[in-house]
C-alpha cells in the first residue's frame, strides 16, 4: 500500500522566495496534517484538515505561511516569502477518521527545508 | 493544554542490553492516547507503541514496552535486546482533545 507521500524530499532556496511543499494522503483518509520539526522545539502541528476543510490552523506560525487542500488527495504548505528561521524537517501525515484515536497518523518522509 | 517532556535528550545503550526512555505528560483530559514514536536517520516517523490512557494493562510490541503510570502522568519506553536498528530518535506524545503534542524527543544510540 503506498503511504503518505511527500515532495520534495529536499528544499533549498534563498532567502525570500517562496517555497511549496507537497503531500499526497493515504487514499480514504479523512485527514491531513502538516507538521513541522525543528531541534528546538521538537515536532509541531502547524494545520490540520478534515475532508479538505481547515480545522485547525493555530499552529501555522504567521502569515507567510498557508496551507491548502483543493482535493482528497492533494495538499500544499506555502511560504512566501521564506526566512532562514523556517529552516526545518516539515512532515504531513494522514489519518482514518483523526477523532478515533484507534486510527493513528501515517506519516509521510518529510521534507528537508533549507532556506539560505 | 497539554504537554510532554523528555528529559533525556540523549541515551545510548549497549547492543542486547535494556533501555528506558522516559516521558511524563500533563493533561486535564480523561481521555486521550499516548504514542511513542521512533524517527530513524532517514526522517520518516514510525509508530512504536500506543497506549489507550483506559486501559490500566501495560502496551507490548515485540521487543517494546510501556510503564504507564497514570497518576504520576509517567509514561516510558522499553527496548529490551536493543539492536542496532533501535538507533533513531524517540518521540513522546499524546492525543487528547483533538491535539496532538510531542516531546522534544531522545536520541538512542547503541553501542556495538
Known amino acids: 500500500d503506498a503511504g503518505v507521500i511527500q515532495s520534495p524530499r529536499h528544499e533549498v532556496t534563498e532567502m525570500g522566495q517562496e517555497v511549496t511543499l507537497r503531500c499526497k494522503p493515504i487514499?480514504?483518509?479523512?485527514?491531513l496534517f502538516w507538521y513541522r520539526q525543528t531541534m528546538m522545539r521538537g515536532l509541531e502541528l502547524l494545520i490540520y484538515?478534515?475532508?479538505?476543510?481547515?480545522?485547525?490552523d493555530s499552529g501555522m506560525p504567521e502569515d507567510r505561511f498557508s496551507a491548502k487542500m483543493p482535493n482528497a488527495s492533494f495538499s500544499t504548505l506555502k511560504i512566501q516569502p521564506s526566512e532562514p528561521r523556517d529552516s526545518a524537517v516539515y512532515f504531513c501525515a494522514s489519518s482514518l477518521e483523526g477523532h478515533n484515536l484507534n486510527q493513528p497518523q501515517h506519516f509521510g518522509d518529510g521534507t528537508r527545508l533549507s532556506i539560505l | 493544554a497539554q504537554t510532554v517532556t523528555q528529559s533525556q535528550p540523549e541515551m545510548s545503550v549497549q547492543e542486547a542490553e535494556t533501555v528506558t526512555l522516559s516521558c511524563t505528560y500533563d493533561t486535564s483530559e480523561s481521555d486521550y492516547y499516548l504514542f511513542w514514536y521512533k524517527q530513524p536517520p532517514s526522517r520518516q516517523m514510525i509508530l512504536v507503541i500506543r497506549?489507550?490512557?483506559?486501559?490500566?494493562q501495560n502496551a507490548t510490541e515485540n521487543r517494546f514496552s510501556v510503564n504507564f503510570q497514570k497518576a504520576a502522568k509517567s509514561f516510558s519506553l522499553k527496548i529490551s535486546d536493543s539492536q542496532l536498528g533501535d538507533a533513531a530518535m524517540y518521540f513522546c506524545?499524546?492525543?487528547?482533545?483533538?491535539?496532538?503534542?510531542f516531546g522534544t524527543g531522545t536520541r538512542l544510540t547503541i553501542i556495538p
Open positions: 487514499s480514504g483518509h479523512d485527514y
Open positions: 506524545a499524546i492525543f487528547g482533545n483533538e491535539k496532538l503534542t
Open positions: 484538515f478534515n475532508n479538505n476543510v481547515p480545522i485547525d
Open positions: 497506549q489507550e490512557a483506559y486501559k490500566q
